[in-house]
């Protein structure tokens, strides 16, 4: 998959737990995790505000391109 979502990776180094931010967010625990596994087709530039607020970073923290032949980081290769 060419776009990675790293929320998981800045909810950690946040400590935050997926209730927590989904509740801060005002999004279901469901569709943030859905979000989080890089199964969403789509996500609101409103829904990518809050979250990027409660996480204070950037939307490029959360969401990068990655070319397919490219290797998975080991964080990938352990999900």
Sequence with gaps: MAIVINIDVMMARRKISLGELAERVDITPANLS?????KAKAVRF????????????????IIEYRPDDEEPTEEETYR
């Design 34 to 38: 859905i979000l989080k596994n890089g």
């Design 46 to 61: 409103s829904t990518l505000e809050a979250i990027c607020r409660e996480l204070g970073c950037q939307p490029g923290d």
